[in-house]
């Protein structure tokens, strides 16, 4: 490691002994440095630490820094679901979180903005993004459907497109309320920590439009 101060962050799960979706972190990872002209880190799997002994046993996050000069830490936490039983849609157009920046202030910021709901939807340019924190798959009577327009495709986001678990489409906030013209009924937010079926769905009934 190095001193060089870090610019993005990759979170990575381990859970029943291993870690997942380590090809598209790679991946992800490759393309954020790529993008910004900098050198690569190499394979994920040459320098990716053990998990301490301690936590082994555990749903661990594995938060890993990096930036221009190269890797920056490594570090490993229990991880523990955050419980949200209800969403707030909120508006900024201006919001680019394209790539997995460590500087997630704006989007804390966002969340502050909540009114009293457990969390907030992202609504960008008139269409349902992300919420502050992971990627969203909403459950229809047909499936699930994904807003086609999110901040940040996240690594659990693309392994459920890729394994055509999820179709991608383009919300509008009007279609993620009661009464919406996809039969949505159900939001569940997911990402690299959050895989399907390990957090509590939010009801369409629970998401609060734009004030």
């Known amino acids: 490691m190095n001193n060089t101060r870090a610019c993005f962050i990759e979170t990575i799960r381990w859970s029943e002994g291993r870690y997942h979706l380590l090809d598209l972190h790679s991946l992800r990872m490759a393309e954020t440095l790529e993008e910004m ?4 880190v190499g394979d994920i799997m040459a320098w990716l630490p053990d998990v301490p002994d301690r936590l082994r046993d555990m749903t661990v ?4 820094l990096y930036g221009c000069g ?3 830490s490594v570090e490993f936490e229990p991880y523990t679901v955050r419980r ?4 707030r849609m909120v508006e900024d157009n201006d919001q680019d979180y394209h790539l997995k920046f460590a500087d997630r202030s ?4 966002l969340r502050n903005s909540s009114m009293g709901a457990d969390e907030v939807i992202v609504v960008k340019n008139g269409f349902v993004t992300d919420t502050s924190y992971s990627n969203l798959i909403f459950r229809t009577t047909d499936g699930f459907l994904t807003p086609a327009q999110p901040l940040l495709r996240g ?3 693309r392994h459920l497109l890729e394994q055509g678990k999820v179709s991608s489409v383009a919300l509008r906030p009007e279609d993620i309320l009661p009464g919406n013209r996809y039969g ?3 939001a569940f937010l997911i990402n ?11 009801d369409v009934t629970d998401i609060k439009p734009i004030l």
């Open 192 to 202: 690299a920590m959050l895989p399907p079926g390990s957090a509590n769905g939010v």
């Open 37 to 40: 002209g900098w050198p690569q």
């Open 70 to 72: 190269g890797l920056e």
């Open 84 to 87: 949200v039983c209800s969403l």
């Open 155 to 157: 690594v659990m986001l």
């Open 184 to 186: 949505i009924t159900e």
């Open 61 to 64: 996050k594995c938060r890993v």
């Open 106 to 109: 704006s989007l804390m910021a």
